[in-house]
């Protein structure tokens, strides 16, 4: 039970509104390429999303639950939403204003320009109607509002349009207002042929072509005016884990009312009139402070596609060729290596596409018996899965804990588990209320000895990070590959425990959530502490996207006021202050923003000058401590155990360039040095890789 005293936590929201301001201002350096500013724009929108998706719904349903409820930081539920809905609003209207007044006017400057509907020629909006009645309005169904067309309930997300009309229909009725729903196969952005534009990449969004053709959809009625709008609604899903008997059969049937749940936020445009912006959140059961005015299009993740279709390599991040595995390397067969030595992978300096040839290796391999693997995201297309179906297809014994409820990838878990059971591999899911958030991948192999007898020997794949190609390469994470017969042994119980059923299992090198890893943690750092006040040199440096697990805090603290130097490298929100004196003046906290996502959680404690190092996937806070299957896993060889801490821990430490530094009352200050020698982590690491 964590000791902390009240006022020594952050808020978590306002913690997570924080890093995506940090986000915001990659987009606001001019040091990063132009195109890649706009990705980072559109990177707020979709965290934005997924925020007012979780994060804020949760939030409005425990205002609504228990008015009185406390934010474990000792803020009141009114309170947070306060503070987070001023915040959001200030951060969106940064967010819009850099859009408007410094990246559009800079695209247009290299050739990339949004013809809006009322710059148009009359050659542009000759070929604008055209498309429109060709490509867009058959498919638009407008809906008037009237007592036999109520206001209908629009998709999350979805882009709409509110239509203000006047005159009298064949019917006599009276126009007024109708809703035009977008269907989603529409194109939101569309470019104008070259020779008509006048710039080499014109675009029209599909709001323009809206706002400029919506009458064709009223035939003689009177348009006033067409203006977007958006609802985000509640996305968290529901499973009673004590009514449900199939956990794949309740979840399809609950993945369409996601679509549906409640309304969170509301965004229009900012030319909205005010009395449609009240209809729109009366219907939306909305209050004033739920509404978002936007100055451009409603949904800004949609722009995301636009550097994929400017052909400018000038205005985009170099090309990254991750580099091949050297111990790969030389003709040595896969297995061979991994038995000699650990391999060490360090995505996405290193290629990914060693994990994908081990998995085809081991699916073709005739020695091969079994394979065991857990899948938490993986992408619609997978040549992992494909994998995995091709060992099963070729009598292997093929095992995969699919993770049913990772979050917006359920949908397509489900139709992986299916075509895997297809195939001929058992599908489990892990264990009810306790998601499977571990990366392992077990393979058993029947190999040859002196004795010309057999014996079956296990490789295994531990990660940070999923078994998601596409991701690999945009996310920083470790694997390790190893034949160490205890850590293969302890992969062997781990998968037990979520196929089967067994009592507990004690593991000889992994720490293992929900049973262990919490203790190890706080058994570590106390360690430290001891060594700290026995006048040893002490020392934690751990890295990780969050960290808000109150009693490893207090533990952080404690270890702090008995002299260990704690240095945490934490991506997104951090529930610790670091730096208060009498409390933490031996923490530093700082965040890492830049070309790829730091997603790799390492745990350093010197124990003495032994120095441990574990690696997992598991982030310091409740849920991946007490409420999902994780594991952390050794780094025992010397050098690999020193490549992980020069590469994942002191390159971001001696980053004097790019590193966010958290100040104790929870804001971020950009570290820019004077210094001649300049350090930003990534571009180091890409230098070291591409040096190798």
């Given at each position: 039970m964590s000791t902390t005293p009240?006022?020594?936590?952050?808020?978590?929201?306002?913690?997570?509104?924080?890093?995506?301001?940090?986000?915001?201002?990659?987009?606001?350096?001019?040091?990063?390429?132009?195109?890649?500013?706009?990705?980072?724009?559109?990177?707020?929108?979709?965290?934005?999303?997924?925020?007012?998706?979780?994060?804020?719904?949760?939030?409005?349903?425990?205002?609504?639950?228990?008015?009185?409820?406390?934010?474990?930081?000792?803020?009141?539920?009114?309170?947070?939403?306060?503070?987070?809905?001023?915040?959001?609003?200030?951060?969106?209207?940064?967010?819009?204003?850099?859009?408007?007044?410094?990246?559009?006017?800079?695209?247009?400057?290299?050739?990339?320009?949004?013809?809006?509907?009322?710059?148009?020629?009359?050659?542009?909006?000759t070929w604008a109607r055209d498309f429109f009645l060709r490509e867009l309005g058959p498919v638009l169904t407008p809906i008037a509002l009237d007592p036999a067309h109520p206001f209908p309930r629009v998709l999350n997300k979805s882009l709409n349009f509110v239509v203000e009309l006047s005159g009298t229909d064949a019917f006599g009725r009276e126009a007024e207002l109708a809703i035009v729903q977008a269907p989603r196969a529409l194109p939101r952005v569309v470019k104008m042929p070259e020779s008509l534009s006048g710039y080499p990449f014109g675009f029209v969004l599909l709001s323009s072509f809206m706002q400029g053709f919506v009458h064709e959809l009223f035939p003689a009625i009177e348009?006033?005016?067409?203006?977007?709008?958006?609802?985000?609604?509640?996305?968290?899903?529901?499973?009673?884990?004590?009514?449900?008997?199939?956990?794949?059969?309740?979840?399809?049937?609950?993945?369409?009312?996601?679509?549906?749940?409640?309304?969170?936020?509301?965004?229009?445009?900012?030319?909205?009139?005010?009395?449609?912006?009240?209809?729109?959140?009366?219907?939306?059961?909305?209050?004033?402070?739920?509404?978002?005015r936007v100055s451009g299009p409603v949904n800004l993740v949609r722009l995301m596609q636009i550097p994929d279709l400017v052909d400018r390599p000038a205005?985009?991040?170099?090309?990254?060729?991750?580099?091949?595995?050297?111990?790969?390397?030389?003709?040595?067969?896969?297995?061979?290596?991994?038995?000699?030595?650990?391999?060490?992978?360090?995505?996405?300096?290193?290629?990914?596409?060693?994990?994908?040839?081990?998995?085809?290796?081991?699916?073709?391999?005739?020695?091969?018996?079994?394979?065991?693997?857990?899948?938490?995201?993986?992408?619609?297309?997978?040549?992992?899965?494909?994998?995995?179906?091709?060992?099963?297809?070729?009598?292997?014994?093929?095992?995969?804990?699919?993770?049913?409820?990772?979050?917006?990838?359920?949908?397509?878990n489900i139709n992986w588990a299916e075509q895997l059971e297809n195939a001929g591999a058992h599908v489990v899911y892990g264990v009810v209320g306790h998601k499977c958030h571990a990366k392992m991948l077990l393979i058993v192999r029947r190999e040859r000895i002196k004795s010309k007898d057999h014996k079956l020997r296990r490789y295994v794949h531990l990660g940070t990070?999923?078994?998601?190609?596409?991701?690999?390469?945009?996310?920083?994470?470790?694997?390790?590959?190893?034949?160490?017969?205890?850590?293969?042994?302890?992969?062997?119980?781990?998968?037990?425990?979520?196929?089967?059923?067994?009592?507990?299992?004690?593991?000889?090198?992994?720490?293992?959530?929900?049973?262990?890893?919490?203790?190890?943690?706080?058994?570590?750092i106390r360690a430290e502490a001891r060594n700290a006040r026995a006048g040893k040199r002490a020392r934690i440096m751990a890295k990780m996207n969050a960290l808000l697990e109150p009693s490893i805090i207090d533990e952080l603290y404690k270890a702090s006021r008995a002299g260990v130097k704690i240095d945490l490298i934490v991506r997104g929100v951090c529930a610790l202050r670091p730096g208060v004196p009498g409390l933490s003046e031996n923490i530093s906290v700082r965040s890492i923003v830049g070309r790829f996502l730091e997603h790799h959680r390492v745990y350093y404690f010197l124990a003495d000058g032994e120095e441990v190092v574990y690696l997992s996937s598991a982030d310091w806070m409740d849920r991946n401590l007490f409420r999902?299957?994780?594991?952390?896993?050794?780094?025992?060889?010397?050098?690999?155990?020193?490549?992980?801490?020069?590469?994942?821990?002191?390159?971001h430490l001696r980053d004097n360039a790019s590193a966010w530094i958290m100040q104790g009352d929870g804001e971020y200050v950009h570290k820019q040095s004077k210094a001649k020698l300049q350090h930003v982590s990534q571009t180091d690491l890409l230098a070291l890789f591409g040096n190798r």
């Open positions: 009240p006022g020594t936590l952050l808020n978590r929201e306002l913690g997570i509104l924080e890093f995506n301001a940090r986000v915001l201002a990659q987009a606001a350096d001019p040091k990063v390429p132009l195109l890649e500013r706009l990705k980072f724009i559109c990177i707020v929108s979709s965290n934005l999303d997924e925020f007012f998706e979780i994060r804020m719904a949760g939030l409005k349903e425990q205002l609504r639950d228990n008015p009185s409820g406390m934010t474990p930081d000792g803020l009141s539920f009114q309170q947070t939403y306060q503070l987070v809905t001023e915040r959001t609003q200030r951060l969106v209207g940064m967010q819009y204003d850099m859009l408007q007044s410094v990246i559009f006017p800079l695209l247009e400057k290299e050739g990339v320009f949004f013809h809006l509907t009322g710059s148009w020629n009359d050659a542009q909006r348009v006033h005016g067409c203006y977007q709008f958006r609802v985000t609604r509640n996305s968290d899903l529901f499973v009673s884990e004590d009514e449900i008997t199939d956990l794949r059969e309740a979840l399809q049937g609950e993945l369409p009312t996601r679509h549906f749940g409640d309304t969170v936020r509301l965004e229009v445009s900012s030319d909205t009139p005010p009395q449609l912006a009240r209809r729109l959140l009366l219907e939306s059961g909305l209050g004033e402070q739920d509404l978002y205005l985009k991040f170099p090309p990254h060729v991750p580099a091949a595995v050297k111990a790969f390397s030389g003709g040595v067969s896969m297995f061979d290596a991994i038995r000699q030595q650990d391999v060490l992978l360090h995505h996405p300096y290193e290629s990914f596409s060693s994990v994908l040839d081990l998995l085809q290796l081991a699916a073709n391999d005739p020695d091969v018996v079994a394979i065991k693997q857990t899948v938490y995201r993986t992408g619609n297309e997978s040549l992992v899965m494909e994998a995995l179906m091709t060992a099963a297809r070729n009598g292997k014994e093929v095992t995969v804990v699919v993770e049913l409820l990772a979050r917006f990838d359920e949908e397509t990070g999923n078994y998601h190609p596409r991701t690999a390469r945009l996310y920083t994470d470790f694997g390790l590959l190893t034949a160490d017969e205890t850590i293969c042994e302890d992969v062997h119980h781990v998968f037990q425990l979520l196929t089967g059923t067994a009592g507990s299992i004690r593991l000889n090198e992994l720490w293992q959530s929900p049973f262990t890893m919490h203790d190890q943690l706080v058994e570590h999902r299957v994780e594991v952390a896993f050794p780094v025992k060889n010397k050098a690999l155990k020193q490549r992980v801490i020069q590469e994942s821990l002191r390159v």
